[in-house]
């Protein structure tokens, strides 16, 4: 009927089909992707209708099988209503949430790649063998003897005040003059980020982001039922006059981005590219977040200062974090900013997760003021550059003359692009089987793309592994950069890069 949601035309296909017969109780629907894709519709709208079938108990979500038909559903008019039965929880979940989760599969996929192989690029963490336990233990045992009990009850929501003039020290050595009161403990970037979305950002409003961008971030945007719009990263555009285009054409409320060893590409800007990009942006009235977690981990080259070390404009909210420079798991980070700013985010934290670990932020506290995280920072610095060379040396070796990538300054990842028509995708399928993974470009696009690109990360990985891992890879590579020549050639055509498309 004209004027029918979309969604709704689909749900009544399902239902008469499960109705007649045609769809047999444990029949698997199609998953959301094929269906958008052979309808022509956005996947959200397959995604709604799904939903609403399985509101009525006539199919229900699954993990690892997709959505599956129960043959159940509603009484018919007149008749009595069936017995309770159990609550039907993936049909309850909000459209941003099935939306996340959709992509989330194809990436954790990857991340759960057995330890065991060969190795394991994926991942873009610190080593934790790296960390001695015995720093940390003693950090904890002297806050507790210190502070006591006080740091097992409930502190400021902005944080232990001690770790929060550690964060200001520390930053003084970025060049970013602030005070304890300029800062916000959270936890994490992904916390930090989240609480400034949920803060200055609705709903169907506009963000512009780095094209590629790091994809749990990507993630979050989307759960905010943002509308993104990309910054090309690697390219070599003048980043200023890229976002003036973007900016003409749709105004935005949020930019974020990365400046310093930026995941995944690796690049870090210039100290002139970067007074460019503020220009650009402080011509409108919207919010600047930089992400500067990795600006420790620099191993040549002249640091240069962040972006809210070179604004005037009090428009930059600065995000950081120790997950990068000590450890992952102890979710701590900080957000810096305007007291007006840091004001609301106070106000959101404190509705979101009322106090942070009190006795975790006393223990990094120590570590920063006591000068014991630097001396950490400055022994891992040598591991890492090692292990960034062993990879550089190993792409050169084995990797096809075809490939291209950059040695970054620092950070934990090199960003690698094959010829049009590989797809590193089904390479990865190939790859897994061999015990090496690693993250296709397309996970961190914007909007679709990065087929022929993938994220190497070196972090975490001895030597050794590097140069075993990128042996079969580069084997692989060389098949796959022939194979690609071929599909360009338009003589084959592989379903691979025809069905799946793009993560995002």
Known sequence: MPGTPVYHRIAEGFRQRIRDGSL?????????????????????????AYRTLAREGLVRGTVGSGT?????????????????????????????????????????????????GIAAFERAVPDP????????????????????????????????PELRRAVALLLAGRGLVCSEDDVLIVNGVQQGLDLILRTFFAPGETAVTDDPAYYRSLLLFRYHRAHLRGLPVDTDGNRATMLDSVLSERPARLIYTVSTFHNPTGRTQSREERLEFLVSAQRRPL???????????????????????????????????????????????WVVG?????????????????RGNLLTQAAVARLVLEGKLAAHVKHTLSIYRKRRDVMA?????????????????????FWVTFPQGCDTRRLLDRSQARGVS????????VRGGGENQMRLAFGHLKPAAIERGLKVLGALSHEEVVRGRRDAGGRIRSRAVEAAGPLF
């Open 287 to 333: 919010v600047l977040v930089e992400d500067d977690s990795l600006w420790e981990l620099r191993y040549e080259g002249r640091p240069v200062p962040p972006l809210r070390a070179l604004d005037d404009s009090n428009r930059i909210l600065s995000l950081g974090s120790f997950s990068k420079i000590l450890a992952p798991g102890l979710r701590l980070g």
């Open 393 to 413: 040396t190993a792409l050169e070796r084995y990797f096809p003359s075809e490939a291209r990538w950059q040695k970054p300054e620092g950070g934990l990842t």
């Open 438 to 445: 690693y993250c296709p470009g397309t996970v961190f696009r």
């Open 129 to 160: 063998d790296l960390l001695r336990p015995q720093l940390l233990r003693n950090a904890l045992c002297a806050a507790l003897a210190d502070e006591g009990s006080r740091l097992l009850g409930a502190g400021p929501v902005e944080g232990h």
């Open 24 to 48: 047999q109780p444990g029949e698997r629907l199609p998953s959301v992707r094929e269906e958008a894709l052979k309808l022509r519709v956005n996947r959200m709208t397959v995604a709604h």
């Open 68 to 116: 599956i038909v129960t043959g159940g559903g509603s009484a018919p008019p007149g008749q009595p209503a069936p017995a309770a039965s159990a609550l039907l929880w993936e049909g309850l979940t909000n459209e941003s949430v099935d939306t996340v989760a959709e992509i989330l599969r194809g990436v954790e996929s990857i991340e759960s790649d057995t330890v065991r």
């Open 338 to 354: 305007p007291p007006q700013a840091l004001a609301a985010l106070k106000q959101v934290k404190e509705i979101a997760d009322l």
